[in-house]
């Protein structure tokens, strides 16, 4: 609590004596009221997260009134710190109001990322091909190892499809793609000989 002091002095002049009083009122006033929605993360598909912030209202006084929008994906709409479970990449805001019907807001952004967990394994032996970005190009060149086609898929990070082809032959091959217009970050999906690899691509 801040405590805000007002003094008033009360002078009183009788005759040619002069009398001086002090008087002292306190009066208490709550720190202004600030919701705090948590801070913006990234999520795999099918996991879980609670959202909200530790604490979620701050100032203003108890007890505090929650409403989280949207409502879906989530456990418990009017609760501090709820669970999302969400499907696809969403804000929320929470609104919140405290005792003396104050009120804030706040939101969090979730962005589902099907390529978390998803490793680069270009290294690991001469029979995986290798992908390389080069931001001088804004390109994604594929050195084709199999001896075989293989198929290259490159999607967004919400498994979009952004580009498929089919290429290779019983020798070694190349493939340069430009991805000029594809997003910032993208996931190589490379499959042939039985097996399939993919690739955690950010352009710089």
């Not at 807001?105 to 390529?115: E, H, N, W």
Request: with cysteine; hydrophobic share 40%.
């Amino acid at each position: 609590m801040n405590k805000l002091l007002l003094l008033f002095t009360l002078f009183f002049v009788f005759g040619k004596m002069q009398a001086q009083q002090q008087v002292v009122f306190q009066i208490s006033q709550s720190d202004s009221l600030i919701a705090n929605a948590g801070e913006s993360f990234s999520l795999s598909p099918g996991n879980s997260s609670i959202i909200g912030g530790s604490p979620t209202a701050i100032g203003g006084d108890a007890p505090y009134y929650y409403s989280w929008t949207p409502v879906v994906f989530l456990d418990d709409s009017v609760i501090s710190n709820p669970t999302s479970s969400p499907v696809e990449t969403i804000t929320y805001m929470v609104s919140l109001h405290d005792a003396n019907n104050c009120s804030a807001s706040d939101s969090v952004l979730i962005t589902i990322d099907s390529t978390s967990g998803i490793f680069d394994l270009s290294n690991e032996n001469d029979k995986i091909p290798y992908v390389f970005y080069s931001s001088e190009n804004d390109a994604i060149k594929i050195l084709n190892l199999f001896p075989e086609k293989i198929t290259v898929l490159i999607a967004d990070i919400l498994g979009k499809t952004l580009f498929y082809q089919d290429f290779g032959t019983k020798t070694k091959s190349e493939l340069n793609i430009p991805v000029h217009n594809l997003p910032q970050t993208m996931i190589v999906n490379i499959s042939g000989k039985g097996k399939s690899y993919s690739y955690k691509i950010i352009k710089n």
